[in-house]
């Protein structure tokens, strides 16, 4: 941080120089990202395959009910901070300086490709490309014109009728990014057949488990130069940002967002890590602190995963046949954050347009905003995405989610 606002205060870097003082941090960037395919392959295949059914079946039931529990608990808090706080009261969207564009997508179309991405045709191309559809209007029918004559006028007016019923086709096409929910689904089910063939599928296994020890060497050798990727990276996003005053006028919002995580992750999940596991989380968070550093600092579960199995198998001794099966899940559907920011972001949005909202809409905010988390991709923004099916669901303009764009990156 100190590098950033040292270099933008006294260095007047060009906008190609700015990028190529960001290098070091893409290069980190892409030096995760190239681990993450062998790894969530070989540790999902090899998670389940060494669990037999009955004992992954639960595993993986206790998982997921802990992933949409606190996603739940995480929508709550940013529901109940947002309506004591009011961060949108205060102003009007006139005020705010809109950023980027808004999305053209729709609920039900998102929720279908969820699924579709859910069980890809192609294998290979699922490791590279995700399934996405859009709509494309069709010729509207032809207008019928009625004359209508008014005898007292004796005028003759030529009333045209407009019936016109909108119509759509879907046609489906590919957009870059690993289809990392396709995946999952399959490694999870060439797992557990793995894993129901006995000594036969033994040498899959093993090569398996062989390819995960290599990438798990590899994340090693990746985190000699984080240090140095993690530096470049913030400091250039810090000279990156060309307009502060944004953040004045936002201030308040950002507080809501920001305080929401600081309570979900330092009370909430805590406090349930004490209950179920009677030990110290203080303790636990500390081993894998390096994650959360990770995490935090280039805004991706995903490429944050190779940090994350040697943090929980190396630091805290979790049995790894728990975190392979685990974790990549958590990376992909379990997005506290996510939720409890659209959640504050639409009741935001609805406060500057005074919309008033009863308890119906913020029980719609709640439950759209915890199914378009589980739906966001682990990449970078995919939350603007999602944004705007929370937005469309209970009636705001979805052209307001530019308003948030622009501090979109910090949150």
Not at 304 to 323: M, Y
Not at 351 to 356: E, G, H, M, P, T
Request: proline residues 4%; neutral net charge; charged residues 15%.
């Amino acid at each position: 941080i100190s590098l950033g606002v040292v270099v933008r205060e006294y260095a007047s870097l060009s906008h190609l120089h700015k990028q190529y003082f960001g290098f070091p941090g893409e290069i980190l960037m892409r030096m995760l990202k190239l681990v993450i395919l062998p790894l969530i392959i070989s540790s999902m295949i090899t998670g389940v395959a060494a669990l037999d059914s009955e004992v992954s079946g639960k595993i993986g039931l206790r998982a997921v009910v802990y992933y949409f529990s606190t996603t739940i608990i995480a929508v709550i808090l940013g529901i109940i901070l947002v309506m004591t706080i009011k961060p949108g009261v205060s102003q009007t969207a006139e005020h705010i300086d809109r950023a980027g564009t808004t999305p053209n997508v729709t609920t039900v179309d998102t929720l279908l490709d969820l699924l579709r991405n859910m069980f890809p045709e192609n294998l290979v191309q699922a490791c590279f490309q995700q399934y996405k559809t859009k709509r494309i209007e069709l010729e509207p029918s032809k207008v019928s014109a009625n004359a209508t004559t008014i005898p007292p006028l004796a005028t003759t007016i030529m009333a045209v009728v407009e019936n016109v019923t909108r119509d759509y086709k879907i046609i489906g096409t590919y957009s870059d990014g690993i289809n990392v929910l396709g995946l999952i689904v399959f490694c999870v089910a060439f797992g557990l057949v793995i894993g129901k063939m006995g000594e036969k599928g033994r040498i899959l296994l093993e090569f398996f488990d062989a390819l995960n020890e290599a990438t798990m060497k590899l994340v090693q050798i990746i985190m000699c130069y984080m240090p140095v990727g993690i530096l470049f990276l913030i400091a250039a996003k810090i000279i990156e940002v060309e307009d502060w005053e944004i953040f004045k006028k936002m201030g308040l919002y950002m507080v809501t967002v920001l305080s929401g995580l600081v309570i979900h992750a330092t009370i909430c999940l805590p406090l349930i890590f004490f209950v179920i596991v009677r030990k110290n989380p203080y303790t636990f968070t500390l081993g894998m602190a390096q994650a959360l550093v990770t995490a935090l600092m280039i805004s991706s579960s995903s490429a944050t995963l190779p940090v994350t199995f040697r943090c929980a198998e190396e630091n805290n001794r979790i049995d790894k046949r728990i975190t392979r099966f685990v974790l990549p899940v958590g990376a992909t559907i379990n997005m506290d954050g996510t939720a409890l920011y659209e959640a504050v972001a639409a009741i935001f949005i609805a406060q500057l347009n005074d919309y008033a909202l009863d308890v119906g809409q913020i029980v719609t905010i709640s439950i759209t905003a915890t199914v378009a988390s589980i739906g966001a991709a682990g990449v970078p923004n995919a939350g603007l995405v999602t944004m705007v099916i929370v937005l469309t669901a209970v009636g705001l303009p979805a052209s307001d989610v530019t308003l948030i764009v622009a501090v979109d990156w910090l949150l």
